[in-house]
């Protein structure tokens, strides 16, 4: 957790979407900017499934955060001009209360009793925390992947409270290939005899299943093209670490083996559990009785879609499936079709095109004339 | 294996490629349709990873093959007309010489004993068993996906005996991303504690790794797009069986589980494992010093190479390298590129599509006019 995280205890006995109560659910959250005078500026981001509350340095914590290039003075979403609220979901483990909490009830890990997690028990508990910060209308709710559609959940259920919509890399539900991937995940993290039907204690997890759940989450997030131009048939020299016989040969192997081995040693398995079925779940239709009548709910009257071309995960079909339907109900929208090769984690790599189609949404003239003429005034004041 | 099944004992001391020695080789192999009077219509057939010799049904087996629509009388490769050999490649457990063979050195399995298995080794000891048939000249050398690469192999070291070559969703090596996804495939199988570094005993091998395995390796040779049509995200009803509150819920997963519950109750993991890291060592340029010069070697004057738009394992673009390779090196070669939506399992799949390819391929007029011939002679001698 990064020492610039606050957390705050959104709410007691909190009722989950599936059935289950939560005797208490706090979030860990980080903020950027300041608030303005009309309180107008508060974007509220939420995060893919693996990364912390961290989205950007600040002075409290100068080490980069998931989304550097993203976020902070001058930078696409401008923390001269925005308050920006990054939060942790509800169900994962940096900070915010998931199966790795402390049970009250029993003084021991959640495990697996922690109730069924859902999507939209992250965007309701997420409002808690608005709401407690007096924040009555957020400026934009903008997420990504799995934060995508917390974002268009938030969306729908404050529907009065949200101006504006990004939605980066996600879907109204996912696809077949996509749960075939992450129902595997799971089912080799709970292989793993490590894994004690969740009742593990926390430092002596599943770490192999973790490990190779996270090495087909990878192989899920990046791209066929992206790989054959980094890696190639290219063999590692020397070769790497050998296991009876089948040890690393090709770079691609090595990429995979490293990445995963700095993802496991900070995550949870029950809450990568518990996230990562949220996702399967999730269903908009759920939230109206078909897709256009859940998004018929929503009154941001604009919205930001960005899918790449790349994306094996959700792929942009399903980006623009959104888009096409809101702009149908009236919206303003833009849709994005991205043609990075970096796949599902373009967003977190690919700069040069995410940056500009950011900065450009995140221009909004009434509050860069507001931040004017704020300037001005306390130039005035200070004189 | 099958009853039609023919074992042939093609060499002592088999030395392989990437070192160590086999004492004795067995191929077990199936065969279709008569050697003609010239001996000039004999076709053999290199299987995928995971399929034993029983390509098509015959009297003395009446169980449909692997490729049952496409081998028989009348059919696209038609029986009449040709003598098909399909041979389990050395390496596998349906006959052949493999990891779960005894060792007569010891009088137990191989296993991880089992010395370093490569595709040419495929490719030569599948040559023997031909030479001991005594075949000089094949018709045809026809593979699909691995052997597709054991095709290509033979076609190049045995040049001057091939005469057609036919390369189904097949590569001159494989990508990064289908190393990653068999590299993790074949940890998830070491990673079964009952794999016990490959000494499991026969009835008690790594079920687990393998059914995990089988599972990625499923999602790999199927579509997205397939899956969007076949199941959505459709739940089943009711829900499938419940482990420690994951259970099956959606009928991609339910989908993936009984394929893969078949395939582990016969497949070896130890076979598994060399076959499998056997493709991602195979890399054609070894065989001439550039992928130009080893392709040069191959005489065959004609060759038919398959590759599927939807192939996320051996994309479409690699089937395109190899054929264009082919053209500037002056054979006459046919490309096709099937639109179909099955992935690199549309060669088992898509009958609609293959069927008149390999049926157009397959009709040479010089050997549908010797059977003729040979009818009319036959006639004759009957009156």
Known sequence: MSDATRIM???????MKRGGCLAEVQL???TWGERNEHDSNSVLLFTGLSPSAHAASSPADERPGWWEWMIGRGKPIDTDVYHVICVNPLGSCFG???PASINPATGRPYGPDFPELCIEDMARSAHALVDLLGIERLHTV?????????ALAYAIEFADQVEQLVSISSAMRAEASAIAIRSLQREIIRSDPAWKQGWYFPEAGPVDGMRLARKLGIISYRSAEEWRQRFGHDRLSPPGRDVHGFGLEFQVESYLDANARRFVSGFDANCYLCL?????WFDVAELGGTDEAALARITAHRALVIGVESDSLYPLHQQRALADLLCELGRDVEFVAMPSIQGHDAFLVDLERFAPVLRSFFKDHALLAEKQHYLVRQCAANE
């Open 9 to 15: 205890r959104v709410a007691d006995r909190f009722a």
């Open 28 to 30: 860990a959250y980080e």
């Open 96 to 98: 915010s209360t998931g």
């Open 142 to 150: 903008a997420g990504v992947s799995l934060g995508g559609m917390t």
């Open 276 to 280: 990562s079925r949220s996702m399967d």
